[in-house]
């Protein structure tokens, strides 16, 4: 494979050369970063951090080198990825390879862009089609195969594909392609209502995806529908069918959006892990408004007056997910094979402890509302409230006593409020959060109960000169489940622009066990000491810190990943 890239990768250049000789113009460009990132074990049996990976390796290497070049409307690139004993692909096991793991070369044409090799695209919100890297989670849905983008006039384009989805799972690596062959088109553009800005502007979108499947993967699903009883059994399809609508208006300080996905029926498996023959769908709406009001003036102590001031801002989205696993083979489950894109609705928080409980996207159903309401005062006051609420659907949820028929049950629900507050050149965040958290569905472990949680939170900059900052911030998570109460403070200096420092320590104050975990019944510390060095394009950081075993979530995407305690090391450098 490297071999056969190099040739065409080759072939290029020497194209890009022959035409730079005639036209003399374009001397090209090269560019490229580098991503590394080192862990040493440091076994630790009281939290946990003693699985595989711990008892057979003591370290870990990923990297990823990203180098383009452009000439002439040429652009080449190629990504090297290297493992050494990595976690990323199973946090419960270690990976060694390396190789090729991203290449493409593309020509842009007057209007059309062509483009062969790998590429990552999206159709509106990604529901029926997304192609991505979560480089954190360990996931890479690159496509292979051959794009082509039009730009039919400056506000409208159409853009269509066919290739393969990067596949880690039935091959066992990271350099590999699917069987399956995904196909898609895409129109999307802006266009005004009536003449004049006052009437707003409206974004309108179109896409359809197909997904064949391969004839081994058919073969497959035939065997193990055989096994069930006969009113059980249908016959699986070997292509589905995503279509989407979408549309964003927006006029003065009010913004409407909203999409519809469609899938046709096809072969998933349902909450009871069997084959069933289902279409699916998801709908999404969202409404944003946003306005500044004057109100008097006021006079400051040097005698200057100033105008007062109140900007307030709403948003609201809702979405309703029914049966839409969409992935290169209904054998393919967690987050292997994703075609299509469902983050969680819920607010993405930073916090080491606001982040412990996430709501991941229900594929086989939920209905979903997140609310966000802030007020800016005099530029000086930012109050800022947040709600969310999901819940599954009837088919997906739980038997009702009484009645003896499914109805939903409640997954998530969290309330944070906060306010920011600049106090001179300080700056005082104040907060609390409450969340509902159903751990046994979203980590898939029945004996689970519903985690209920109370968290204040603070944070306060302060700065020293122009170079020079002390951060603090601090949260006590309280609830009587799961791993049971923790508290966390951290200290971070910023020593110049170069040169920071951070230290801190989660407790595990308040113990709580399930028979499963493994993890000793005691109070347990979990400290980080982390310093970072900023030089010529270049960030390096080194950090020992200890992790509890929880989900781990990046870009609203979640997965469950083991403790960890250990070293890591990490260097990302621009060129």
Known sequence: MLKRISIILGCFFSLGSLQSQDQNTDKGEFSGNLLLNYQKYLRDDRIGANTRVYKENTASVDAWLFMQYRRNGYNFIMRFDGFNNSPLLDPQDAYTDHGIGFWQASKQLNNLNITVGSFYDQFGTGAIFRAYEQRQLGIDYSIQGIRLIYDINPNWRIKAFSGNQK??????????????????????G???????????????????????????????????????????????????YAFNGYFNYNVGNFNIGGEANFKTPESIVDIDNKLILKGGKVLYGSIGWGNTYKMGTRTLPNGKKRKNTLSLGLNLQVRHVDHFPFRTS???????????????????????????????????????????????INKGTRIIFNTSYVQSLAHNGVLDPNSQEMVAQKLFQEYNGQIVQNIGKDKLKLGLQRVFYNQAVYEQEPEYENVETFTPYMEWLHKIGSDRSLRIEAQYLKTDKD????????????????????????????????????????????????????????????????QQEGVNCSGGICRVEPAFSGIRFTVSSNF
Do not use: C
């Open 483 to 546: 791993q049971g109460s923790f508290a966390n403070l951290m200290i971070e200096y910023y020593f110049n622009k170069e040169w920071s420092m951070s230290i801190g320590d989660m407790i595990n104050s308040e113990p709580h066990r399930y028979e499963r975990m493994n993890i000793v019944n005691e109070v347990l510390h979990y400290p980080m000491v982390f310093v970072s060095y900023n030089h010529n394009n270049s960030f390096y950081t080194l950090s020992y810190l200890k």
């Open 190 to 240: 802006t266009t005004g209502i009536g003449s004049g800005s006052k009437f707003g502007t409206l974004n309108l979108g179109a896409s359809a995806v197909n997904r064949n499947i391969d004839r081994n993967t058919m073969q497959e699903l035939v065997a193990i529908l055989e096994t069930y009883a006969r009113k059980d059994q249908f016959a699986p399809k070997y292509n589905v």
């Open 330 to 376: 209904p054998r393919e489950n967690l987050l292997n094979g994703l075609i299509s894109y469902l983050p969680s609705l819920t607010k993405q928080n930073s916090y080491r402890l606001m982040a412990r409980y996430n709501a991941p996207a229900q594929d086989l159903g939920e209905n979903g509302i997140q609310g966000e309401f802030t007020a800016n």
């Open 167 to 188: 596949g880690n799972k039935n091959s066992n690596t990271r350099f590999g392609y699917t069987p399956q062959v995904i196909s898609g088109i895409n129109l999307d």
